[in-house]
């Protein structure tokens, strides 16, 4: 059974300090990782990543996904009160089961 | 408009009765992809169309689910005598892949479904 683990499951940090995320899986046919935000609403898009190694970085987040040891991680730097949110982790797969695979998602705080 | 939308955006319902809720994906996106939401989880994956034939039904909890899309754009997602374990957030998303494991998929805001 294809399986996502994200950790931790929540955080509390400060304003200005540097958070990492964790997200392991296994699934057969995998395609992509994406991470998403989401606040009280609709999940928003961050990052797709399909190749090992390679750092997507938008603003004070970055990404990079290693397909040998099955996980990703999700950096925040100089972290915000808006910033809080719950971050979660997808993963894709080929062979026509498009539908992502999810996990439980990491409850980020950030306290002023 | 920009995004994908979701109505009705909260329903309650009571214990047997029907519920259909909508999803408008965003124009042009050929993939459209159902997800259940519980409390403290991660979204489930239900069902999901490309454009009007639905590829993967394999999600659905029971046949009390049903999923439609009869023009290839917007989806109807209709669920028969509602129980409590239904009560959750469906989500809806699009994306312009055909295979779409390979895009990202774009979120509505969800439809917060209560079964009383």
């Known amino acids: 059974e294809d399986k996502v683990v994200q950790s931790p499951l929540s955080l509390v940090v400060h304003e200005g300090d540097t958070v990492t995320l964790n997200c392991s899986y296994e699934v057969t046919n995998f395609r992509s990782l994406l991470w998403y935000k989401q606040e009280k609403k609709a999940p928003t898009f961050l990052f797709m990543l399909t190749s090992s190694g390679i750092e997507k970085k938008s603003g004070r987040l970055s990404s990079i996904l290693d397909k040998k040891e099955l996980f990703s991680i999700l950096n925040i730097t100089a972290t915000q009160t808006g910033d809080s949110a719950i971050y979660l982790c997808a993963v894709g797969r080929g062979g026509g089961a498009d539908g992502l695979t999810f996990g439980k998602g990491t409850h980020l705080i950030i306290q002023p | 408009g920009a995004g994908v939308s979701q109505s009705p955006r909260y329903k309650v319902a009571k214990r047997g009765q029907d519920v259909a809720l909508r999803c408008d994906p965003i124009?042009?996106?050929?993939?459209l992809f159902w997800y259940q939401q519980a409390l403290g989880q991660g979204p489930e994956f239900l069902t999901y169309?490309?454009?009007?034939?639905?590829?993967?039904k394999s999600g659905l909890p029971s046949d009390r689910f049903f999923a439609e899309r009869p023009e290839g754009s917007v989806s109807t997602l209709k669920i028969q005598r509602t129980q409590q374990e239904d009560s959750a957030v469906y989500l809806c998303?699009?994306?312009?892949?055909?295979?779409?494991?390979?895009?990202?998929?774009?979120f509505g805001p969800g439809t917060r479904l209560t079964v009383t």
């Open positions: 169309f490309q454009n009007e034939a639905q590829l993967d």
């Open positions: 124009s042009g996106h050929v993939s």
């Open positions: 998303a699009s994306s312009l892949a055909l295979t779409g494991g390979s895009y990202e998929q774009y």
